[in-house]
C-alpha cells in the first residue's frame, strides 16, 4: 500500500503524520518505509538522520534513477526505513521539466515493492508543483491531514482540482482514501466547526482518531525522535496509536 | 518599501502576518498595498474577498503583463489595498519556466510605485520554486516569520542560500530585512529556545514585538477580517499593534 501524505497547505502535520504513523506501525511488525519528497527533509531530520550526511536522496531516486535498494536507509526504529531527503530536491522542479514523464517518475521506482514493504509512505511538500504531483501519482492513494483551522479548510477545493486531474491523465488508480483531523483544540469552536464540515465534505472517509494539538509532538522532532520514543504517554501519542490500529484494521 | 514575506517552511504566519501588520499600518494612515501571490489566494480571503469572484489577479500581473492599476481591488479597510490570487496561479510555476526574464516578471510592475503606496507586501507561497522566487525578488527587503519550533528553525539555512542566490544573481539590493517570531507559547521550553537560536542567528534582526499563540487570531479568518476588527483587544492584535509601531518607527 503506497500513500500519498498530501495538502499544499502548510503546516497542517504531514510530517508529523508520516513519521508518527510509520513508527507505530512499525512497531506493530509492518514493514514500513518512508520516502522524504520534501526538500524541506523534515521527515528525514524527525527520523533522527542528519540530512547532510546523506549518501543517497529522493533526489538520485527521482532525477538519477538510482534504484530504491540504493538509495533507503536503515532508522532507529525496526521494521522502519527510509529514503531521505536532501537540499539538492530543491532543484527538482526546474530539472522535471524537460524529462520525459515528468510526473511518473517517482511512481517507476516504488511500483514493484509490494512485497518488501507493507506501507510506503511518501511526505509531500507543501505546493501543486511537479515535485509534489509525482509524489501523489506515486501513491495508490491520499491520505490528507487537514488542521482544524479555517485557512486548512479553504484549501481541500484545490487539492480536490488537482487529485481528479491526476486521476484523468496520471494515474487513474488514485483516490483520495482518508483524511485526518489534526491540531484539534478541544477548547475552541472553531475546530469543532472545521470538524463538522470536514466529515460533511468526505462522509465516512475521516479517520475516527483525531490527533489533537499537543506540546509534545511539536518538542519531539528537536530530538529527532518519534513521539513513540519521546513521550508515550502523552495524547498525541495515544491518538497516533489509535490511528495505526485504525489503518490495520482497514488493511 | 516593498517587503516580502517569506519562507519556505509552511505555516509559520506567512499570511497571518500581511494582513494583520498591513491593516494596523493602513489604521495609522499609511497607503499600503498587498500582492497575494499564494496560489491559496489566504491573503485574499482573510480580508474578506471571494477569490472565485475576483477578475483580474496576480496571475494577470504575471503572466498578462496586466498594469497594476487594472489588477488592485479595495478591501474593507482604509488605506488597505490588495491584487488579490487566483486558482489559475497554481499553473503560473510552469507557465514562468519559459518566458524570458522569468524571475523578474513580479519586479516590473511594482518599480515605480514608491509614490502611490507607503509599504507594499507581498505574500508568498510555501515553496522556493518560480513563483517563490518571483516574490523575493521583486520585494527590497524580506522580512520572515520563524514559527517558535523546531522544523522552522531547520529550515531557515536554506531559505539564506536561496536569499544569497538571488541576491547574487537577480538583486543585488535583496537582504533578509528582519525575522519575526510567531506562534511564541510562553508555557514550553521549546519556544524560548528556539528564540533564543534565532536572535544568536540573526543579531539586531529580530522584532522585539512576539506574536504569541492565540485563538483569537486563527478564528478572524473565518470571518474574512484582520484581528484588529475581529478582536482587537486579544493578546495577538496587541502584538500586531505593537509590531506596527516598530516597523513605523524603523522607516
Ligand atoms: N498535533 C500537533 N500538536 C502540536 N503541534 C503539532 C502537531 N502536529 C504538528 N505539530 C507541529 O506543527 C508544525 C507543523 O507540522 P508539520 O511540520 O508536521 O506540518 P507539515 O504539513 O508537514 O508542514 P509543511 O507544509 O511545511 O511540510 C511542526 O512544528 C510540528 O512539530
Ligand atoms: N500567532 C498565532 N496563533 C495562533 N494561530 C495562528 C497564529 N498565526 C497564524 N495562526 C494560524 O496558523 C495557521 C497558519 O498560519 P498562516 O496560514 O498565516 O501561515 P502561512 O505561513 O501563511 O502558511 P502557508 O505556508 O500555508 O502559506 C493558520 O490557520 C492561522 O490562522
Ligand atoms: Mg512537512
Ligand atoms: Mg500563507
Redesign the pocket.
Known amino acids: 500500500m503506497i500513500i500519498s501524505v498530501a495538502n499544499?497547505?502548510?503546516?497542517?502535520g504531514k510530517t508529523t503524520t508520516v513519521i508518527n504513523l510509520s513508527t507505530y506501525l512499525a512497531r506493530e511488525g509492518r514493514r514500513v518505509l518512508v520516502i522524504d519528497a520534501d526538500p524541506q527533509a523534515n521527515a528525514t531530520s524527525g527520523l533522527g538522520i542528519d540530512k547532510h550526511k546523506v549518501a543517497k536522496s529522493t533526489y538520485d531516486l527521482i532525477i538519477n534513477e538510482t534504484p530504491l535498494k540504493d538509495t533507503l536507509i536503515n532508522t532507529d526504529i525496526d521494521n522502519l526505513q527510509i529514503v531521505p531527503s536532501h537540499i539538492d530536491l530543491v532543484a527538482a522542479d526546474l530539472e522535471l521539466v524537460s524529462f520525459i514523464s515528468r510526473e511518473t517518475r517517482l511512481r517507476e521506482p516504488l511500483k514493484d515493492e509490494s512485497n518488501n514493504f507493507d506501507f510506503i509512505f511518501i511526505d509531500c511538500p507543501?505546493s501543486l508543483s511537479l515535485l509534489a504531483i509525482n509524489s501523489m501519482v506515486a501513491g495508490d492513494r491520499i491520505l490528507v491531514p487537514i488542521?482544524c483551522?479555517?485557512?486548512?479548510l479553504e484549501?481541500v477545493g484545490q487539492l480536490l482540482n488537482t487529485v481528479k486531474r491526476i486521476k484523468k491523465y496520471l494515474n487513474p488508480a488514485i483516490e483520495i482514501w482518508r483524511v485526518l483531523l489534526t491540531m484539534y483544540n478541544h477548547r475552541t469552536s472553531l475546530s469543532r466547526q472545521v470538524a463538522e464540515e470536514v466529515k460533511s465534505y468526505f462522509p465516512g472517509r475521516v479517520f475516527s482518531s483525531i490527533i489533537p494539538r499537543s506540546v509534545r509532538l511539536s518538542e519531539a522532532p528537536s530530538f529527532g525522535k518519534p513521539i513513540a520514543y519521546y513521550a508515550p504517554e502523552s495524547k498525541g501519542a495515544i491518538a497516533y496509536q489509535q490511528l495505526a490500529r485504525e489503518v490495520i484494521n482497514l488493511e
Not at 8 to 12: A, L, S, Y
Request: neutral net charge; hydrophobic residues 15%; charged residues 15%.
Open positions: 499544499q497547505k502548510g503546516g497542517v507543501p488542521q483551522e479555517y485557512y486548512a484549501g
